[in-house]
């Protein structure tokens, strides 16, 4: 029986297939490599095409015994979404319409999904548990919840069993350091801070110092890739064993404030990593941190990464020896 990973050219979906790879499970990656890298899929089959098309998963279900889905794919830029929120709405709202169609036609009915800290929008208190309030303050936010209901209302009209893991801040990279993060354009902060010890860019602008924390920046929680790798193979685990669906956060439950995470990648990377402060990027919350209680509790989530200097010095790794990310060989020419 094979696992079903959409997404698996990504960042996130790529160090969840080594995970499940190293865990003995039958990888079966898809993925329109529009965002991802055919470098970074480590699975042995790889299916170079869209979640949309409707023939193509006909084709790999009656092809492949595929017993669950990991459903990466998706468009995921906070920023993006505000601009054009029907392509968010298209790749991941309708996408997932079409997958879930095409699962319950073929009586696949288990499916890990990945979700996000925005379903949560402003939070009202901190930490944020899954059963507070979710008013997302964008369209990517929204779209995730909305696939999140629709696996509601599947689950009860047609049985499907899912998991949804709503990730904060994803850093970090594989320690083995052969997969890690290459996003075109980047917008994340860690891999950016990264790019400005490299020298490959100027500065880092700080989106906003006048926010209520601290120091003024904003904080987040961000948690380690393998981290999340190590709660989508217990989720399916978990499904396996209990049938029983879900939704919990993912985060180290610590919040750090952009100027903490520069000042220890500055430490880190011995470079002084200059900054300069910009206006606030619309949508950003002054402060997300989860609780991932019911993770720990009832997936058995034992996050090892947990804290910022492994997260900080395992991207340094790979930044280092990918200044330009999986092009690099071919950068050299
Ligand atoms: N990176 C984060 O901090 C973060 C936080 C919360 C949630 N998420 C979610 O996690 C998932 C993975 O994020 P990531 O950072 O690895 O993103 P990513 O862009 O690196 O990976 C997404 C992958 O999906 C592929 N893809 C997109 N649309 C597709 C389609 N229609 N058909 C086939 N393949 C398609 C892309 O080519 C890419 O390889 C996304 O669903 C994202 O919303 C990410
Ligand atoms: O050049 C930069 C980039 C980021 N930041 C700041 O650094 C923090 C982290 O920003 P990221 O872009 O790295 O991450 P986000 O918190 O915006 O977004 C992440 O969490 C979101 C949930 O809130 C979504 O899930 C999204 O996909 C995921 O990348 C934010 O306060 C942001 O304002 C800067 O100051 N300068």
Aim: aromatic share 8%; hydrophobic share 35%; glycine share 8%.
């Amino acid at each position: 029986m094979a696992i079903l990973v959409t997404g698996g050219a990504g960042y996130i979906g790529s160090h969840t297939v080594s995970e499940l790879l190293d865990h003995g499970e039958e990888v079966i990656v898809l993925d329109n490599l529009e965002k991802g890298h055919r470098e970074a899929v480590l699975a042995q089959t790889f299916i170079h095409g869209d979640v949309r098309d409707r023939e193509l998963l006909d084709q790999i279900f009656r092809r492949y015994d595929v017993e669950a889905v990991v459903h990466f794919a998706a468009y995921s830029l906070v920023g993006d979404s505000m601009k054009d929120p029907l392509a968010y709405y298209d790749n991941n709202v309708a996408a997932a319409q079409i997958l879930l169609t095409k699962m319950i036609e073929h009586g696949v009915k288990r499916i890990v999904f990945s979700s996000t800290a925005a379903t949560y929008g402003e939070p009202r208190q901190i930490p944020i548990q899954e059963t507070d309030a979710t008013e997302p303050t964008n369209a990517y936010g929204e779209t995730k919840l909305a696939i999140e209901k629709m696996m509601k209302w599947c689950e009860q009209a047609y049985g499907l069993r899912f998991i949804s893991l709503r990730y904060f801040n994803a850093a970090g990279a594989h320690p083995d350091g052969h997969i890690g993060e290459d996003h075109d354009p980047e917008t994340h902060l860690i891999p950016i801070v990264l790019q400005v010890a490299l020298g490959q860019r100027e500065a880092l602008s700080i989106f906003g110092d006048d926010y209520p924390t601290e120091d003024g920046t904003c904080i987040r929680d961000y948690v380690h890739v393998m981290d999340l790798a190590q709660a989508h193979r217990l989720a399916l685990e978990k499904l396996r064993e209990t049938g029983k669906s879900g939704i919990y956060n993912l985060g180290s439950g610590t919040g750090f404030s952009v100027k903490q995470v520069v000042e220890r990648a500055r430490e880190i990377t011995g470079h002084p990593i200059p900054t300069r402060v910009a206006p606030h990027r619309p949508g950003d919350p002054a402060v997300l941190i989860a609780s991932s209680q019911k993770a720990r509790e009832e997936l058995g989530w034992r996050p090892q990464f947990e804290d910022l200097d492994t997260i900080i010095t395992t991207a340094w790794a790979w930044h280092r020896s990918h200044p330009n990310g999986y092009r690099k060989e071919e950068m050299r020419g």
